[in-house]
């Protein structure tokens, strides 16, 4: 059994930081790419930022400059470092991980509520 726990969401102003972590925990092997993901309302889910088990990044156009992505990998954890944020960043955010224990799934957190607003 795997899970993938978030946290680090909530309310801030446009304008401030916010910095999400995802802990994976269970009978994991190894972990492959990491990723976060986001939907808002009423919108289909889209790709954040995703990392490589090499630390390789690759973010969403609409993010670069602003959003950091990193993993420690003792720790079985992603992070997502969020700077200036707009009130368009409001969603929820996911993460998910490609994770080998007997085979290799993608597993997915629960989710995080981030919102910003004035």
């Known amino acids: 059994q795997v899970q993938l726990v978030e946290s680090g969401g909530g309310l801030v102003q446009p304008g401030e930081s916010l910095r999400l972590s995802c802990a994976a925990s269970g009978s994991i092997v190894s972990i492959y790419g990491m990723g976060w993901y986001r939907q808002a309302p009423g919108k289909q889910r889209e790709l954040v930022a995703i990392?490589?088990?090499?630390?390789?990044?690759n973010y969403a156009d609409s993010v670069k400059g602003r959003f950091t992505i990193s993993r420690d990998n003792a720790k079985n954890t992603v992070y997502l470092q969020m700077n200036s944020l707009k009130p368009e960043d409001t969603a929820v955010y996911y993460c998910?991980?490609?994770?080998?224990?007997?085979?290799?799934?993608?597993?997915w957190g629960q989710g995080t509520q981030v919102t910003v607003s004035s």
């Open positions: 998910d991980a490609d994770i080998r224990t007997v085979g290799v799934k993608t597993y």
């Open positions: 990392i490589s088990s090499g630390g390789s990044t």
